[in-house]
């Protein structure tokens, strides 16, 4: 059974995505999986996103499917129920955390200074996101956590094509959550092969 960050570590790159609209989650989730990228983060932002979750898991059975902004026990409910593989949160919250580790279920929270990876370790983590990335100090901050912390970190907040190398060059960096291949605009607007074509220079470029 691949663990959770081996699967991070082997996809590179997560798409952190806000969904409109439940009838795109199967366009979409194809274009994902076509292209090389295998995996979502769907964002409880939208009111559709656990159904896209839904949609996703049952069309795409092998996908690694994650909910992100995860805020409350009731979302990790509705989003267990859809069937997803983890739970990400934008900050670190304790009893979310305990939430998660109760049900089972893998999540991987939002931290951007020692006292926040002190606490998740303190919880039992070993996998934590660094968000917001850029405004938090980018890679000079995040290398300072790592001389210190034995934890993996998967950065999310500002990485794009530019600046994501950068980030995967860490040995501690196991993914970037970022959101430049899936915009929602194109989305919305149903360009998939223009959708398709941004998915597959972030897959190629990290390759």
């Known amino acids: 059974m691949t663990t959770l960050n081996e699967q991070l570590a082997n996809l590179k790159v997560i ?16 274009a994902l999986v076509e292209n090389g990228m295998p995996c979502a983060e769907i964002t409880l932002r939208t009111e559709c996103a656990i159904e896209a979750i839904r949609i996703m898991r049952k069309e795409f059975p092998d996908m690694l499917i994650g909910s992100g902004t995860v805020l409350t026990n009731e979302q990790v409910d509705a989003s267990i129920d859809a069937g ?31 006292s926040l990876v002190e606490q998740a370790m303190e919880m039992g983590l070993r996998t934590l996101k660094f968000f917001p990335a850029e405004p938090s100090g980018g890679t000079g901050m995040l290398k300072a956590l790592t001389a210190v912390y ?6 999310t907040g500002g990485v794009s094509l530019n600046n994501i190398d950068d980030y995967l060059s860490i040995p501690s960096v196991l993914a970037c959550g970022g959101t430049w291949m899936v915009p929602t605009n194109l989305i919305d607007e149903g360009r998939w092969e223009e959708l398709g074509q941004l998915i597959r220079d ?3 470029h990290v390759a």
């Open 15 to 30: 798409p952190v995505i806000a969904i409109n609209k439940a009838e795109d989650a199967l366009p979409l989730g194809r």
């Open 84 to 114: 997803v593989d983890f739970i990400v949160s934008p900050g670190f919250n304790p009893r979310t955390v305990q939430y998660c580790l109760d049900k089972g279920v893998a999540i991987v929270p939002g931290v951007n200074s020692p």
């Open 150 to 155: 034995p934890v993996k970190f998967m950065p």
């Open 202 to 204: 972030a897959v190629t």
